[in-house]
Nanobody
Framework: QVQLVESGGGLVQAGGSLRLSCAAS????????MGWFRQAPGKEREFVAA????????HYADSVKGRFTISRDNAKNTVYLQMNSLKPEDTAVYYC???????????????????WGQGTQVTVSS
């Protein structure tokens, strides 16, 4: 079992930045591939970014590439999402997710993840 708790969301103006954090507890964090997803009102949950257990591999949705950066600190059991140049269309609830795997791979699909946090709201005003 892994428990995930997101933080760092809030209200920001367009062009601004936020850094989300996801703290994990439970099984060894370094054995989990991690991902960030988001869900806007009336829309399906969508992939944002993923990182392998070592942090050596990352993958981004086209909509955030060049603006968002995913990273992790296995010593702190935490994964981060640095969000720059935010746009109103980035407004959503952001979730982190974990998938246990011995492979150092990224996982961009929602259905592959076993554990989810409760989400943190990000609102970008125009």
């Amino acid at each position: 079992q892994v428990q995930l708790v997101e933080s760092g969301g809030g209200l920001v103006q367009a062009g601004g930045s936020l850094r989300l954090s996801c703290a994990a507890s439970g099984r060894t964090f370094s054995t989990y591939a991690m991902g960030w997803f988001r869900q806007a009102p009336g829309k399906e949950r969508e992939f944002v970014a993923a990182i392998s257990w070592s942090g050596g591999n990352t993958h981004y949705a086209d909509s955030v590439k060049g603006r968002f950066t995913i990273s992790r600190d296995n010593a702190k059991n935490t994964v981060y999402l640095q969000m720059n140049s935010l746009k109103p269309e980035d407004t959503a609830v952001y979730y982190c997710a974990a998938h246990f795997t011995p492979l150092d791979i990224v996982i961009p699909t929602t259905s592959s993840y076993d554990y989810w946090g409760q989400g943190t709201q990000v609102t970008v005003s125009s």
